[in-house]
């Protein structure tokens, strides 16, 4: 960004522009935030896998609560705030799609160690959670992409099974990039949703994937969730609604 310098951080440094931090190590996280001094704390680290959640619940609370109280202190020490990127598994996905309003229901490990940390931002001054959901991108050659999956599978010729029950709006992570970089523009706090403006089962969403790569959507099926008898729970009817953010902040949303 033009506006922003940014100091880009990962656990595996994937090139020299990016520097490693581990946020589950307090030193770490402490030299990282004292030595550049920044502005702003975006933090997109998180262990998403959440069956593996449900397996290892200490590294889960580790990563996703911990890790965070640990940026939130180390924030404070150079004044800068901290933006918490969290999910709508904070919910239980009986009433979806929900508002920053709507209480919190997590059904999982995942959910409930994201909601912790939600609640630990907004405990303090300034700072700012936006919850996003399916988030999907340019860069489908990350292992957990859920677009890589569907595009290898059927380059491959595999028969893919996708829940066609869960329903959210799935979100381009670069435009939930746009919507932070709004957001500390207008010096924003408190939490926002952020998602696409369409909702759409997973399977919907895989067929899309498809179509748009010219493959064929005739190897998805459509399946239950309860089908998958996966780990934790998952919500069904989630996705966020976006009105409060466009309203009060101007950013936009677009379709998948």
Known sequence: SPEMDLLLTDLEPGGSEVTRCDITTWEQAKETVRSYQPRFVINAAAFTDVDGN?????????????????????GNEVGARVVQVSTDYVFDGTVGPYLEGDKPAPLSVYGRTKLEAERLVL????????????????????????????????????????VNDQINNPTLTTHLAEAIRKA??????????YGGLEFASRYDFARKIARHFNLPVEGITPIT????????????????ICSKIKMELNVTNANI
């Open 184 to 193: 500390l523009e207008q010096e924003a706090t408190g939490l926002y949703h």
């Open 123 to 162: 405990e303090g001054d300034g700072h700012l959670v936006i919850r996003a959901n399916v988030l999907f991108g340019p860069d489908i050659e990350s292992p957990a992409s859920f677009v890589r999956w569907v595009v290898n599978s059927l380059k491959e010729g595999k028969a893919i099974r996708v």
């Open 225 to 240: 969730t309860k089908e998958l008898n996966q780990l934790a729970p998952r919500p069904l009817k989630g996705g966020l």
């Open 54 to 74: 449900e397996r290892e619940p200490e590294k889960a609370q580790l990563i996703n609560t911990t890790g965070v109280e640990y940026l939130l202190s180390a």
